[in-house]
């Protein structure tokens, strides 16, 4: 990817929390990213991560007790938390949608499908004639490959698969520049869930928009991503493009559990391991890097400031030994 390009969306140390009786809980600390047009970034990370919250952060859609303590979050240049409320309406959809983690609470249920749509049309395009409205729903519908019978349906109606593919086609109706995904093929099959992936990368190759791909399963991510960012108690602890990150043996030590806990389809299948314990709470991070209690190469600097992100060439670790992890690992 050309590097010169100007990004579509630019998060700039971003750190968000909620109010809690405790204090103020950072779900996403000091978070740097950019998206750039016709790119499929895809952010992984166990649940309790960060992960939605960076979405919501992004949509301007935080709940009312989570705010944005500092960094800035900017669409083709302009910072979206400058910005009044009518022109975030103007903006979501249009410029930058989402598709939710359950389409079954996404979808109205009270709206058949094609209320739904005209309802996005009516806000977003006003002039928009009644007959450009079903021209346009025939044609979303046909891109995501589902018959325009189901315009009259509701969405209990409806098979998941079938559901999460008109929750897509109604991300993409006003043709937006960038796309963010939250679990989207989550209580999907797998049969299912690969067919999903299947229509995001067609249907993105075509229209070209950029995509957000959140996804606690690594192996989907890994699977229809470009780029990959990975995310650990709030904060992103790897990043890399998918052919340094498939080819590389240089991980976070966060990386390499998830990656050691993928089945593989091979005659000699490697031990699977677990990562051992849980994701820290977010009243209780630990001091100094917040992977150490469960982290098996964990060294004394590691128990006294969180390492930088930093690297070499694309890709950027943060984590103290990253350089020496193989070299223990091959030990023992």
Known sequence: ????????????????????????????????????PG??????????SGKSTLAAALMCLLPSNASLLSG????NGKDLYQMSEQH??????????????????????????????????????????????????EELLGT?????????????????GMRQRIALAMAIALDP???????????????????????????????RFAVLFISHDLRLVRYISSEILVMYAGKIVESAPIDVFTETTRHHPYTRGLLDSIPQ??????????????????????????????????QPPCLEAPPPLEGMESQLVACYEVDNIEGRRAHA
């Open 144 to 160: 995501v490959r589902i018959h325009t019978q189901h315009l009259r349906n509701y969405s209990h109606e409806l098979s998941g």
């Open 39 to 48: 790119s499929i970034v895809g952010l992984v990370g166990e649940s309790g």
């Open 1 to 36: 990817m050309r590097r010169d390009e100007v990004p579509i969306l630019s998060v700039d140390h971003a750190t968000v929390a909620y109010a809690t009786r405790e204090g103020m809980a950072k779900a996403v600390d000091d978070v740097t990213l950019s998206i750039f």
């Open 72 to 75: 800035h979050v900017l669409l």
């Open 88 to 137: 975030l309406r103007r903006i979501r959809w249009a410029q930058m949608s989402m598709v939710f983690q359950s389409a079954m609470a996404t979808l109205n249920p009270v709206l058949t499908v094609g209320q739904q749509f005209r309802e996005i049309f009516r806000i977003h395009e006003p002039r928009m004639t009644r007959e450009d409205q079903q021209r346009r729903m």
């Open 177 to 207: 520049e960038l796309v963010i995904m939250d679990e989207p093929t989550t209580a999907l099959d797998a049969v299912v869930q690969h067919e999903i992936l299947e229509e995001i990368r067609r249907i993105q190759q075509i229209k």
């Open 265 to 298: 389809l091979r005659d000699e299948q490697p031990a699977l391991h677990s990562i051992p314990g849980s994701t820290p709470g977010l009243t209780d991070l630990p001091v100094g890097c917040a992977f150490h209690p469960r982290c098996p190469y964990v």
